[in-house]
């Protein structure tokens, strides 16, 4: 049997290996470093962006015919790639907001992953688990957005170029929440282009290549950052 690629997949397929690339990079930058705490931002977003760009080219491959698109594979990407792009940046917020609550964040954190993997488990539809798991989604995208509102505005954390960040959280918001509409009308890479140069700006953003480190430590905690 031939595959037909047509452009707009393989522009979806690009655009995530172009998310994916970017979260290895961000990654790779946090292995570097000379002292890595677990704390980190480019170790949260690494993570993210890595597994945003796999589940964009899931979606290509299922568009093409490649992998089937089925109630089994919908509650996996769910389980695996969604909450993988997700839950690392709920951890990144709980961290920035609340470090005098840290005794509290595995319990919080095992609450929040018992709510995802059973609205993804038993969710009896595609619908409902999606009415169910979007909430969350929006609530850690708009405080992604926020908190680097706040920085950009108040020159807190120099280490990152939060306008860039803002603006990556954005973008990203218009993809992934653009892409039921943009299916309507055959146009889902477009939502996938634009998450691609959201998480792009975000990568440019923590890296920071401007910054110049005179004689500090190439890595703090979030906690610093904030206090």
Request: aromatic share 12%; net charge positive; charged share 15%.
């Amino acid at each position: 049997m031939q595959l037909v690629v047509e452009p707009s997949y393989l522009a979806s397929i690009i655009a995530g290996a172009i998310a994916s690339v970017s979260g290895i990079y961000l990654l790779n930058l946090w292995r570097t470093q000379e002292k890595r705490l677990p704390t980190d931002l480019p170790l949260f977003f690494g993570i993210s962006f890595t597994i945003i760009g796999i589940n964009v080219i899931m979606m290509a491959f299922m568009n093409i015919g490649v992998i089937p698109d089925t109630m089994p594979v919908f509650r996996f990407r769910t389980l695996f790639l969604v909450s993988g792009s997700v839950l690392p940046l709920f951890v990144a917020i709980f961290h920035i907001w609340f470090p005098r609550y840290k005794r509290y964040f595995k319990r919080v954190f095992a609450l929040i992953v018992a709510y995802w993997a059973l609205s993804a488990l038993l969710g009896s539809t595609e619908e409902i688990i999606m009415l169910l798991l979007v909430p969350p989604m929006i609530f850690v995208i708009f405080a992604v957005v926020v908190t680097f509102i706040i920085t950009w505005k108040t020159g807190r954390l120099r280490e990152v170029r939060s306008e860039l960040i803002v603006f990556s959280g954005i973008l990203i918001s218009i993809g992934q929440v653009g892409k039921i509409t943009l299916a309507a009308v055959g146009m889902v890479f477009v939502a996938d282009i634009l998450t691609a140069v959201g998480i792009i700006l975000g990568a440019i953003g923590l890296a920071n290549p401007w910054y110049r480190r005179k004689g500090k430590k190439q890595t703090e905690s979030i906690q610093s950052y904030m206090s």
